[in-house]
């Protein structure tokens, strides 16, 4: 296993435009976890899944995002009508169960114009 | 809601320097951990501290939490380029993790 993958890994798109990002985490792993981090901040947490149960949105996760994971495998976010101020890194991480050690992916870099 | 504050945002040092990165929660740590994070990638893991008064060391790097369980440090010894990057600490906060903002050391020859 090579680790956390994410697909895209930059995606440029217009005001407006819908976006979906997938993550791929360790395969052993229960836990995924999507973050937001933008320039010259930390990441923050949007939310979370154990298995194909998402257990914790962030208040940050607005109606116009949604996140999936059917199966308890891969995970997909998806944000609806992009604006101007989502654009960030999106990084997806995941866990066997023990909370801090979080394995990152390479994340998304979104760019809205 | 917990926060976490790192001191200082910036450091440049010259190789082969000795340096320090500090964490500071306004609550109780009862998970700390330490990242690393190249500009534009993922974070990697360094170390986990759950224990007041605990350190850890891994090759170069020493981090620290104190005895109430309110601060760490992260110490590298005999910096080299290859640990330049930022530096994150983290906290449990219910089932997730929050972030300080980062630590970016720069380290020149």
């Known amino acids: 296993d090579t680790g956390v993958s994410q697909d895209p890994r930059h995606k440029i798109t217009k005001r407006g435009q819908n976006v979906t990002f997938r993550c791929d985490p360790i395969?052993?792993?229960?836990?995924l976890y999507w973050y937001r981090q933008t320039l010259g901040q930390g990441p923050e947490f949007l939310t979370y899944?154990?298995?194909?149960?998402?257990?914790?949105k962030s208040r940050l996760l607005s109606d116009r995002f949604s996140a999936e994971r059917p199966k308890g495998s891969f995970s997909t976010l998806e944000i609806q009508r992009t604006e101007q101020g989502d654009s960030a890194m999106y990084l997806c991480a995941s866990s066997a169960g023990q909370l801090g050690e979080q394995y990152f992916g390479p994340g998304t870099r979104l760019t809205v114009t | 809601s917990q926060e976490l504050e790192q001191s200082p945002q910036s450091l440049i040092v010259q190789e082969g320097k000795n340096l320090t990165i500090n964490c500071t929660s306004s609550k109780t740590l009862y998970g700390l951990y330490w990242y690393k994070q190249k500009y534009g990638e993922g974070l990697i893991f360094l170390m986990m501290l759950q224990k007041g008064g605990e350190e850890k060391s891994h090759e170069k790097i020493t981090a620290k939490l104190d005895e109430k369980k309110q601060q760490s440090s992260l110490h590298i010894t005999a910096s080299q380029p290859s640990h330049a990057g930022i530096y994150l600490c983290g906290a449990d906060d219910t089932d997730k993790l929050i972030f300080g903002t980062g630590t970016r050391l720069q380290v020149f020859p």
């Open positions: 395969s052993e792993h229960n836990r």
């Open positions: 899944f154990q298995n194909e149960a998402q257990l914790e």
